[in-house]
């Protein structure tokens, strides 16, 4: 193919491309996606070569918090010096933390490598999305989107496992080495094949913004994740972390009046179907984080089983997901992203309702089953939702959209540690009995699934937000990348009826 036939500004050059691409940002999320799993398993391991069994979950909840408070600022870069580099340099940043992270010589240490493993994942996560939604058209989008979330279902399978054959039969270290090669091979891969031209133009950086918003969410964050575990909710601590975060977001939102290129523009909160998309980011964010801190717990506890039938449990909710994810683009060009949404919240409405009738008599299938329903109902409205946001915007808005939901997300997920930790603390205190007793975990665990059960009622509720008409042909078709300006594609008339 020659050059006249490359796609538009922004666009990927050759369309024939588009599936080693595609393959470039599977591996860039399997990264991301491995490095959250992996390390579970090989934590006794790792304390008993570097000491500092009180601090090892912060080697989770740093790289959480990192990789959340830096998916905005990585998404207006985007929009204003292209999605490439910013990937690049996301891989580049997670190689680092990885290379780090394995010769790590304390814990201290490796947890601050892995905050520099989590900045890398906050760019390479929303580029992943964001470039997908790039060079793929509306009526193949939801295949793309399909194939990246199965990376998700692959990794919380093979990530435990390979953290506990490597702690096992060769080091921990090697939880960090075995990604230097595939970090180099997915940025060959992305620096030789996705071509994209920006219009270079003069920018202003809002520093203030980036500022007050990194550090107030990461305050905010913080806050939610220690919260009744680091320290009480209403000590002088969570007081003063919390208050922080909140004050900071106070003057952030009020900076981005007024800065000449917000880094997150307030017009987002002004359209439907972004605020719905934003919406939806947060509620199934906090389901997922339920889902998969309770239900294993659930399994052990509660029914006796061991942690890798457990696992496999939870794993039915990722292998549901991006089978429901792939086919969605079928539904939604057929019958609007709003019907789509909406039977996907059906579907994870019923899977909840059944988790709330599992007692200690339940089989292991049966909450495998409840999982598999409710991943079926999250793929059906989580990747509609992203689809119709970005479908919304033209190419120089898309970062920062699809950057918005990824920290919607992550903030829901937040925000969902710590009100499941609290309900099932009150729940473990109200039935008198221990956290290892299981009449008091199957009670604690049974109102996590009831609240599981009301927030995707939420899902329901939020998903009428999203547009009702069905794509048009011209629309389903239309280049990605065609407008410069911002806003929707040329002939897509779905996305500027609900750009309100």
Not at 151 to 162: E, Q
Not at 164 to 176: A, K, M, N, P, Q
Not at 225 to 252: D, R, T, Y
Request: glycine fraction near 12%.
């Amino acid at each position: 193919m020659t050059a006249a036939a490359a796609g538009p500004v922004g666009a990927v050059g050759f369309r024939s491309e588009r599936g080693p691409i595609l393959a470039a940002l599977m591996l860039s999320t399997s990264l991301v996606a491995l490095d959250s799993t992996i390390v579970a398993t090989a934590v006794p391991s790792i304390v008993a070569d570097l000491g500092g069994f009180a601090e090892f979950p912060w080697l989770f909840s740093v790289y959480l918090l990192a990789q959340a408070v830096s998916v905005p600022i990585y998404g207006k870069l985007a929009d204003i010096v292209g999605r490439k580099p910013v990937m690049l340099f996301g891989i580049g940043l997670f190689l680092l933390g990885s290379i780090l992270c394995a010769a790590a010589w304390g814990m201290v240490p490796l947890i601050i490598f892995r905050a520099l493993q989590g900045l890398g994942a906050g760019a390479v996560q929303p580029m992943s999305v964001t470039i997908a939604g790039d060079i793929y058209t509306l009526a193949e989008r939801a295949k793309a989107q399909g194939y990246l979330a199965s990376v998700w279902a692959i990794s919380a399978v093979v990530g435990p496992t390979l953290g506990g054959v490597f702690s096992e039969w060769l080091t921990w270290r090697w939880l960090f080495i075995v990604n230097i090669p595939l970090c180099l091979l997915a940025a060959w891969m992305l620096a030789g094949r996705f071509q994209e031209k920006v219009h270079r133009v003069h920018h202003r950086i809002d520093y203030l913004g980036s500022v007050t918003l990194t550090v107030g969410a990461t305050l905010l964050i913080l806050g939610l994740l220690e919260g009744g575990q680091a320290w009480a909710w209403n000590s002088v601590p969570s007081i003063a972390v919390l208050g922080g975060g909140v004050l900071l977001l106070a003057v952030f939102l009020i900076a981005q009046r007024w800065a000449a290129e917000p880094v997150l523009p307030l017009w987002v909160f002004s359209r439907r179907v972004l605020v719905a998309s934003a919406v939806i980011g947060v509620l199934v964010g906090a389901v997922l984080l339920g889902l998969t801190t309770y239900v294993p717990t659930f399994a052990q506890t509660v029914l006796g089983t061991g942690p890798l039938v457990a696992g496999f449990a939870l794993a039915a909710l990722t292998i549901g997901w991006p089978i429901s994810a792939t086919l969605s683009g079928r539904l939604y060009l057929r019958l609007g992203f709003r019907t789509t949404a909406l039977i996907g919240a059906t579907l994870a409405i019923a899977g909840a309702l059944l988790t709330v009738r599992l007692t200690a008599a339940s089989a292991v299938w049966q909450v495998g089953a409840c999982c598999f329903l409710i991943g079926l109902g999250m793929g059906l409205i989580a990747s509609p939702s992203l689809i119709a946001a970005q479908s919304s915007v033209g190419w120089a808005e898309r970062g920062v959209v699809t950057g918005t939901n990824m920290f919607a997300r992550s903030l829901g997920s937040a925000v969902g540690v710590a009100f499941f930790g609290a309900l099932a603390n009150v729940s473990l205190g109200a039935t008198a009995n221990a956290a290892d007793n299981p009449a008091g975990v199957a009670a604690a665990t049974h109102d996590v699934f009831v609240a599981i059960a009301v927030l995707a009622a939420g899902l329901f509720a939020a998903a009428w937000l999203l547009p009702a008409g069905r794509p048009t042909a011209q629309a389903a078709s239309a280049d990605p990348s065609a407008d410069r300006a911002g806003t929707a594609p040329a002939g897509d008339h779905t996305a500027r009826s609900v750009a309100d």
